[in-house]
């Protein structure tokens, strides 16, 4: 599967895409980076690549993520996280990928890592029906 394959080329360089991730999520939309102040940082891009690896490993039995990335929407909206946030935090996160990947971005890991987010986001949103 592409994401995996793609990831696989992220991975060697994880903080660092994390660290492009969060400066342009914060790029994109400042209100954002308010739900971070007092955070630790290095942890939090720690806790975001253990994610998006829990996500491209389970990503062929996604039934089995659906409760814990329920759970993480939850807390999420806890903390104030909207719908809309799930957009921008895509955008980032492609655009992401498309700096770690280089050449390797290509419309079809575009549509894949696409694909993938969406439902996710949807599961985290609590709208997906999985």
Same mark, same amino acid.
Request: aromatic content about 10%; glycine content about 8%.
């Given at each position: 599967?592409?994401?995996?394959?793609?990831?696989?080329?992220?991975?060697?360089?994880?903080?660092?895409?994390?660290?492009?991730?969060?400066?342009?999520?914060?790029?994109?939309?400042?209100?954002?980076?308010?739900?971070?102040?007092?955070?630790?940082? /290095? =942890?939090?891009? #720690?806790?975001?690549? &253990?994610?998006?690896?829990?996500? *491209? %490993?389970?990503?062929?039995?996604?039934?089995? !993520?659906?409760?814990?990335? /329920? =759970?993480?929407? #939850?807390?999420?909206? &806890?903390?104030?996280?909207?719908? *809309? %946030?799930?957009?921008?935090?895509?955008?980032? !996160?492609?655009?992401?990928?498309?700096?770690?990947?280089?050449?390797?971005?290509?419309?079809?890991?575009?549509?894949?890592?696409?694909?993938?987010?969406?439902?996710?986001?949807?599961?985290?949103?609590?709208?997906?029906?999985?």
């Amino acid at each position: 599967m592409l994401v995996k394959e793609t990831w696989h080329q992220i991975a060697p360089i994880a903080d660092a895409a994390a660290q492009l991730f969060y400066g342009r999520l914060f790029e994109t939309d400042p209100e954002i980076q308010a739900f971070f102040r007092g955070a630790d940082m /290095a =942890e939090q891009r #720690r806790k975001l690549i &253990q994610a998006l690896t829990l996500v *491209v %490993h389970g990503i062929d039995h996604l039934e089995q !993520l659906v409760p814990t990335l /329920a =759970e993480l929407g #939850r807390r999420h909206r &806890q903390y104030g996280i909207e719908d *809309v %946030h799930y957009d921008t935090v895509g955008t980032a !996160l492609l655009w992401t990928l498309e700096q770690g990947l280089g050449s390797a971005w290509t419309p079809q890991a575009q549509a894949a890592w696409s694909g993938a987010y969406a439902v996710v986001a949807n599961i985290m949103r609590g709208t997906s029906t999985h």
